[in-house]
């Protein structure tokens, strides 16, 4: 297992620049994400209370980006 660690945006900017690839997580809660105006495209909706029941969704290929508020 990978250790888990914290990314800053500025380093997953200049990681994308160089072509790395990411799966990315929102993990915010029902209600932050249907308030916010800002959502990263292609992002799986995974609040973290329910990653359990989303753990078949997320693609194992590509490091992780969780995010939240």
């Given amino acids: 297992m990978a250790d888990n660690i914290r990314i ?3 380093e997953v900017r ?10 990315f997580v ?6 932050a994400w249907g308030e916010s105006d800002v959502k990263i ?12 029941q989303h753990l078949a969704a997320i693609p194992k290929n590509k490091p992780l980006i969780v995010y939240c508020t």
């Fill in 8 to 10: 800053s945006v500025a």
């Fill in 14 to 23: 200049k990681r994308m620049n160089a072509g790395e690839q990411f799966t």
């Fill in 26 to 31: 929102d993990s915010r809660n029902p209600v």
């Fill in 41 to 52: 495209s292609g992002a799986i909706r995974v609040p973290a209370d329910r990653v359990e």
